[in-house]
């Protein structure tokens, strides 16, 4: 079991940037593939960003890339995104999630959903324009 707790959402304006953390709990955090997952009012849940157990494998959706940037520092059982130029269609409720990774796997397994078998409650960011 992995608990996750995610922090550092809020209100900002178009342009500007915010830190999400993510801090895991409850188990062996270097055996797990993390990721970024947000949701946008009415919208689908989407891929944001994910990071291999070893940080060694890391994917951005094209929707953030070159935008954003995901760290992991598995001394601490963090997970970070650091997003800047953020736009309005940035907005939505952001997930964590972890996922019992593997040698073998690659790009398109980290980028399911149905993939993560844990989830934080998420963190509302908010972009105004």
């Known amino acids: 079991q992995v608990q996750l707790v995610e922090s550092g959402g809020g209100l900002v304006q178009a342009g500007g940037s915010l830190r999400l953390s993510c801090t895991a709990s409850?188990?062996?955090?270097?055996?797990?593939?993390m990721a970024w997952f947000r949701r946008a009012p009415g919208k689908e849940r989407e891929f944001a960003a994910s990071?291999?157990?070893?940080?060694?494998?890391?994917s951005y959706a094209d929707s953030v890339k070159g935008r954003f940037t995901i760290s992991r520092d598995n001394a601490y059982s963090l997970v970070t995104l650091e997003m800047n130029s953020l736009k309005p269609d940035d907005t939505a409720v952001y997930y964590c999630?972890?996922?019992?990774?593997?040698?073998?796997?690659?790009?398109?397994?980290?980028?399911?959903?149905?993939?993560?078998?844990?989830w934080g409650q998420g963190t509302q960011v908010t972009v105004s324009s």
């Open positions: 990071v291999s157990s070893g940080g060694d494998k890391i």
């Open positions: 999630a972890a996922l019992p990774d593997r040698p073998w796997y690659s790009g398109t397994r980290y980028h399911s959903a149905r993939e993560y078998d844990y």
């Open positions: 409850g188990s062996t955090f270097s055996r797990y593939a």
